[in-house]
């Protein structure tokens, strides 16, 4: 699944533009928290990365996660264990999870939660001075870690902190483009300043992708418009590594619903699970709490593709509002617990003239969370490619077929350290790249790069009739109508053709403001973005059952046959397809499973 560079209508063959080199043990794409734990974990072993971002440091998509980091800490419920953790995440994931990847993120995420409690992050406590734990959807226990609903945040800020204090260098506002790679071996990667459109070749014989997911793909969604838009798994494939369960994208039940004097950013913006977390409830336009119907035992609190499709029912089925969404309701809680629990949906909600303590709010699902993602061994986060590594968002195998609320958080920090600490034991003490030094280049690597760069300058003379944001914006309404909640094969085929129909439009591209604008970065983004969205319609098209967050219509229940991965691959035609067994858990964990250990609903009523 080469990632074409897009040749706009004028090109000229014009020289290879200058461009700067930097040479670096490490290579860390992506600063959010999977990226700066890595980092950091490479520091404290006394090798100093390179971490760049396309964004100021410490302002990543991580800080959007604002409802909980999990981890069986047993502050409110003695009897939370790992092996439960484990045993919700794979219930969750539909049993398709890595089994290595959940026993590791459950083990170690108490020792990284105390670890950023001292490192700052500013945990709340109990009244008697334990890190407090909320409820989260489909968990059994209390074990959701919290900053208020800010708790994304908090911890980047913490873990930017520390980084800093170690003398962790770092980039800001740096776009990687492609990965030097030869199919068998990464040596770097080309990408341009977006302050200054100057060119950068990076050269490294390790590179890590921490570049999130590919939600924003889908035209309601929760990320940033320009996060979230497939690069690292885009990245990966075009360097030679694969992709696993591209079809399992998580829409979470709770987005905003925009009114008409609000901006259209506000619409699929995220109402944290917090909310439902502290007592929060669902009722359509009728004033029914509909989840009495969908889930009785585990109400407002089950899984988040349980929620959502009831909730996208309701609407179909014309119980829902006039502008298309349900209500969540947290009134009946008092004003100063919504502003000391929720304090950020509180303040968002005020600004925009609502009253949580008093009104409800008006939700719908939104795309948040890509499962699928570069198919790594969890316990390295090494790629088939040797020097090639993911982490965070950008890899896939912990969630399975659908996240558990808060994972995400404790993924970042227990992989990432895994992943640091791995290649700190790689890198020789020899190598000359500890010290800045630059060495040779693979014959090949550099002109690699160089054709790379006079693609760029030919890109930003694109001087056709289609703007950049039209393509992203008609790629997102595709993907919400054929590969969204509810698929189809027949909707998944007709999506294939539209796709091939847009990127019959790439050619006809019109790029103003030069390299350090918006368009070109939106044009960039669109190689990243067909490359993922064929990847997800054709991965779904491919996995013919209901598991999780892939529901097809036409194929609605589980079937114990496709209790396997989807592995896709860069074939010589375009993309190739496979399934792969799952894992066993180990006897720790299946004792868990069998224990039937379940949320107890009514702690919340």
Not at 89 to 108: M, S
Not at 142 to 154: H, K, L, N, Q
Request: charged residues 30%.
């Amino acid at each position: 699944m080469p990632i074409t560079p897009i040749e706009p209508s004028g090109t000229d063959g014009a020289a290879t533009p200058d461009y700067q080199e930097v040479s670096t043990p490490v290579l860390v794409v992506g600063a959010g928290a999977a990226g700066v734990r890595t980092a950091i974990e490479l520091a404290e072993n006394g090798v100093k990365p390179l971490v760049i971002g396309k964004r100021a440091h410490g302002d990543a998509h991580t800080t959007w996660a604002a409802g909980g980091i999990n981890a069986a800490l047993g502050s409110l419920d003695p009897e939370d264990d790992w092996t439960i953790h484990a045993a919700d995440t794979f219930r969750e994931g539909h049993f398709v999870n890595d089994p290595d990847a959940v026993e590791l993120v459950a083990r170690n995420a108490p020792a990284r939660i105390l670890e950023l409690d001292e490192w700052g992050a500013g945990f709340d406590r109990t009244d008697d001075g334990k890190i407090n734990q909320r409820y989260f959807g489909a968990q059994s226990f209390r074990r959701t870690c919290f900053v208020g609903d800010r708790t994304g945040e908090a911890i980047l800020s913490a873990l930017v902190a520390h980084a800093r204090e170690l003398g962790v260098p770092y980039r800001d506002d740096v776009m990687i483009t492609r990965l030097l790679s030869d199919g068998r071996r990464v040596h770097g990667a080309a990408g341009y300043d977006m302050d200054d459109g100057g060119f950068v070749l990076f050269e490294s014989p390790r590179v890590v992708l921490a570049a999130g997911g590919y939600a924003a793909l889908y035209n309601r969604h929760t990320s940033e418009a320009d996060e979230n838009t497939g690069d690292g798994p885009a990245l990966a494939c075009d360097a030679g590594a694969n992709l696993l369960d591209a079809e399992f994208v998580q829409f979470h039940p709770t987005g905003m619903v925009a009114r008409e004097e609000w901006d259209d950013d506000w619409d699929g913006q995220l109402v944290t699970e917090a909310v439902r977390g502290e007592g929060g409830r669902l009722y359509n336009a009728r004033g029914e709490r509909f989840m009495e119907r969908y889930s009785p035992t585990r109400m407002e609190l089950d899984a988040r593709d349980v929620v959502a499709r009831s909730i996208a029912r309701e609407i179909r089925e014309g119980r829902g509002t006039e502008r298309g969404g349900v209500h969540l309701d947290i009134s009946h809680r008092d004003r100063a617990f919504i502003e000391e629990r929720l304090p950020r949906m509180y303040e968002r909600f005020a600004d925009l003239g609502v009253d949580i303590a008093e009104e409800p709010m008006e939700i719908a699902p939104t795309a948040h969370y890509s499962m699928g993602g570069v198919d790594v061994d969890p316990r390295t986060g090494r790629t088939s490619v040797d020097g090639l590594y993911a982490v965070g968002e950008t890899s896939s195998g912990l969630h399975g077929a659908n996240r558990l609320g808060g994972n995400s958080l404790a993924e970042t920090v227990a992989l990432g350290q895994l992943v640091g600490d791995h290649l700190a034991e790689t890198i020789d003490e020899a190598d000359p790249t500890l010290d800045g030094a630059e060495s040779a280049l693979p014959d090949g690597m550099r002109a690699a790069a160089e054709r790379e760069f006079e693609a760029l300058v030919a890109l930003e003379g694109a001087d056709g009739d289609t703007a950049p944001a039209e393509l992203v914006a008609a790629l997102g309404d595709l993907l919400w109508e054929r590969a969204g909640l509810l698929r189809d094969a027949e909707g998944l085929e007709a999506g294939l053709g539209a796709l091939d129909d847009l990127r019959g439009r790439l050619s006809d591209l019109r790029v103003e403001g030069g390299r350090t604008g918006r368009d070109f970065e939106f044009a960039v983004d669109l190689a990243f973005m067909f490359a993922v969205a064929e990847a997800i319609l054709r991965s779904a098209a491919f996995r013919t059952e209901s598991r999780g967050a892939h529901f097809r219509t036409d194929f609605p229940d589980e079937d114990d046959d496709w209790r396997v991965n989807v592995v896709l691959a860069r074939g010589d035609d375009g993309m190739d397809l496979r399934t792969r067994p799952v894992g066993t858990p180990s006897e720790e964990v299946r004792e868990a499973l069998d224990e039937g250990y379940e949320l107890d609903y009514h702690h919340l009523e």
